[in-house]
């Protein structure tokens, strides 16, 4: 711990900015008590933040892209020697795994270098009048990025890393419960980038609100909960500001009949599990015939009965906490309600003893069918494990949330196709579940967003089209 290096500043302009008195306490979840202060952004700090990154957009969207390409190489290759620096302040402010947070500072540094290799079309036509036709694309101006607490390291780069290529510039507000990954990567960057093109600022969740008000800004990129989405949504409606929403999901796993639970149940188990469940495509609720169901729910139970629960520093840890007290209670709220209701829980896991916001893994079935635990995001280590007895059902069933992020069907033949072609989401695995690509889009429908994140359709979000008309001179 003695590594963790819990002091640091906002970037502004280029400069540390220390904010003001009082800083935001964060905890660390695994004690559930502060380890460290977050500086606090006061509104006259947020105006030169906006007022920074609008000054220098002009000059940063006239760079070349290949400038432009070799500053996000740069971005990456400073954040790289850090891995272990900013891995620790991860899983202090997180919880999550010492391991899973080093795998989340390296894939934000290939983010960055995956980015790079990305380059926005230029699109010319010439009608058989002679006229010229040519459709590029133009970055927005300044964009206001939020990221959320689960993944704030990889979550807040793919937004900063497509947003720089493009030709923006970027205001970054992290999450208040993981703001120090952020700020401390802010510091870093600044070495790198030229003033002003990367400000990171933190606060509570009216920070967040007054930046997306804020005139001056040309997009907004958010990742969180539906309700704050919402009121984004209505915020920018005003000025017709772009918007990209990833609000979350309730994700449904179908396992048809016939399939091999003992091939699956790991699979299943893993993919609800990733971030102990703290994860917008994580598995939220398993659609089995009723016939494999025991099978399934003793197989599950084995594994939630076995998984190591402890803080993230812990050597053999496999889950850590949830990241919040509030977080923990809405968990343990929705399982206590569905077993009011006539949920049976069949497994449940061994917590440590002390403070932190810990929740044993468990297994749950017989749910009332539409109740809040198969039709709301949990966000916690719980499977819901549902029988039925026609694969329609489990369709039907799965398609009656608001939600329409991911899913996925596990099993063979042709019923796999088809059935996965009946899901209303952005994305369904086969036989797999949650695998994000950098060079594949992510995005749903419903409460769970609009737009698309990462690769080449997700760096055209952060663009608008921009045609240019040239007909020939005339006699």
């Given at each position: 711990?003695?590594?963790?290096?819990?002091?640091?500043?906002?970037?502004?302009?280029?400069?540390?900015?220390e904010?003001?008195?009082?800083?935001?306490?964060?905890e660390?979840?695994?004690?559930?008590?502060?380890?460290?202060?977050?500086?606090?952004?006061?509104?006259?700090?947020?105006?030169?933040?906006?007022?920074?990154?609008?000054?220098?957009?002009?000059?940063?969207?006239?760079?070349?892209?290949?400038?432009?390409?070799?500053?996000?190489?740069?971005?990456?290759?400073?954040?790289?020697?850090?891995?272990?620096?900013?891995?620790?302040?991860?899983?202090?402010?997180?919880?999550?795994?010492?391991?899973?947070?080093?795998?989340?500072?390296?894939?934000?540094?290939?983010?960055?270098?995956?980015?790079?290799?990305?380059?926005?079309?230029?699109?010319?036509?010439?009608?058989?009048?002679?006229?010229?036709?040519?459709?590029?694309?133009?970055?927005?101006?300044?964009?206001?990025?939020?990221?959320?607490?689960?993944?704030?390291v990889?979550?807040?780069?793919?937004?900063?890393?497509?947003?720089?290529?493009?030709?923006?510039?970027?205001?970054?507000?992290?999450?208040?419960?993981?703001?120090?990954?952020?700020?401390?990567?802010?510091?870093?960057?600044?070495?790198?980038?030229?003033?002003?093109?990367?400000?990171?600022?933190?606060?509570?969740?009216s920070?967040?609100?007054?930046?997306?008000?804020?005139?001056?800004?040309?997009?907004?990129?958010?990742?969180?909960?539906?309700?704050?989405?919402?009121?984004?949504?209505?915020?920018?409606?005003?000025?017709?500001?772009?918007?990209?929403?990833?609000?979350?999901?309730?994700?449904?796993?179908?396992?048809?009949?016939?399939?091999?639970?003992?091939?699956?149940?790991?699979?299943?188990?893993?993919?609800?599990?990733?971030?102990?469940?703290?994860?917008?495509?994580?598995?939220?609720?398993?659609?089995?015939?009723?016939?494999?169901?025991?099978?399934?729910?003793?197989?599950?139970?084995?594994?939630?009965?076995?998984?190591?629960?402890g803080?993230?520093?812990?050597?053999?840890?496999?889950?850590?906490?949830?990241?919040?007290?509030?977080?923990?209670?809405?968990?343990?709220?929705?399982?206590e309600?569905a077993?009011?209701?006539?949920?049976?829980?069949t497994?449940?896991?061994?917590?440590?003893?002390?403070?932190?916001?810990?929740?044993?893994?468990?297994?749950?079935?017989d749910?009332?069918?539409?109740?809040?635990?198969?039709?709301?995001?949990?966000?916690?280590?719980?499977?819901?494990?549902?029988?039925?007895?026609?694969?329609?059902?489990?369709?039907?069933?799965?398609?009656?949330?608001?939600?329409?992020?991911?899913?996925?069907?596990?099993?063979?033949?042709?019923?796999?196709?088809?059935?996965?072609?009946?899901?209303?989401?952005?994305?369904?695995?086969?036989?797999?579940?949650?695998?994000?690509?950098?060079?594949?889009?992510?995005?749903?429908?419903?409460?769970?967003?609009?737009?698309?994140?990462?690769?080449?359709?997700?760096?055209l979000?952060?663009?608008?089209?921009?045609?240019?008309?040239?007909?020939?001179?005339?006699?």
């Amino acid at each position: 711990m003695g590594n963790v290096r819990p002091t640091v500043t906002m970037t502004v302009d280029g400069q540390a900015v220390e904010g003001e008195p009082p800083g935001l306490p964060v905890e660390d979840p695994a004690l559930a008590r502060p380890f460290a202060h977050a500086p606090r952004c006061t509104p006259d700090l947020l105006g030169r933040a906006v007022n920074a990154c609008g000054t220098a957009f002009p000059s940063w969207a006239a760079r070349p892209e290949s400038d432009r390409r070799e500053h996000l190489l740069a971005c990456g290759d400073a954040l790289s020697p850090h891995t272990e620096e900013l891995a620790l302040l991860l899983t202090r402010e997180q919880g999550k795994p010492l391991r899973d947070a080093r795998a989340e500072v390296r894939r934000a540094v290939d983010w960055f270098r995956h980015t790079a290799e990305l380059a926005l079309p230029v699109e010319t036509f010439t009608d058989d009048q002679g006229t010229e036709v040519t459709l590029t694309r133009k970055p927005h101006g300044v964009v206001a990025a939020i990221s959320p607490s689960n993944f704030p390291v990889i979550l807040s780069v793919c937004k900063i890393a497509p947003a720089l290529l493009a030709g923006n510039t970027v205001v970054l507000k992290p999450s208040p419960e993981t703001p120090l990954t952020a700020l401390r990567i802010g510091e870093l960057l600044r070495e790198v980038l030229p003033a002003g093109v990367l400000n990171v600022v933190s606060g509570d969740a009216s920070l967040g609100a007054a930046l997306t008000a804020r005139p001056g800004v040309g997009m907004i990129s958010f990742t969180g909960s539906p309700a704050t989405g919402r009121a984004i949504a209505r915020q920018a409606a005003e000025t017709f500001t772009p918007v990209v929403l990833e609000l979350g999901g309730n994700d449904p796993a179908i396992v048809l009949p016939g399939t091999d639970i003992d091939a699956v149940a790991g699979p299943l188990f893993r993919a609800a599990l990733v971030n102990n469940g703290q994860f917008c495509a994580a598995v939220k609720r398993v659609y089995v015939p009723r016939a494999l169901r025991d099978q399934l729910l003793d197989a599950l139970g084995e594994l939630a009965s076995s998984a190591v629960v402890g803080p993230g520093l812990d050597v053999g840890t496999e889950l850590g906490p949830l990241v919040s007290r509030a977080q923990r209670d809405t968990v343990a709220a929705m399982v206590e309600e569905a077993v009011a209701a006539g949920a049976r829980v069949t497994a449940r896991g061994k917590c440590p003893e002390g403070e932190g916001h810990f929740y044993p893994p468990t297994v749950i079935t017989d749910l009332p069918e539409g109740g809040r635990l198969e039709v709301e995001e949990q966000f916690g280590p719980v499977i819901p494990v549902i029988a039925y007895d026609e694969v329609p059902q489990a369709v039907e069933r799965a398609n009656a949330t608001p939600y329409g992020l991911g899913a996925s069907v596990w099993g063979a033949g042709e019923e796999l196709t088809a059935t996965a072609d009946a899901l209303r989401c952005g994305t369904v695995w086969l036989n797999t579940h949650g695998e994000l690509r950098h060079d594949a889009p992510f995005g749903g429908v419903g409460c769970s967003g609009t737009g698309v994140e990462y690769g080449y359709w997700g760096l055209l979000e952060y663009t608008r089209i921009a045609v240019r008309n040239v007909s020939p001179p005339t006699a």
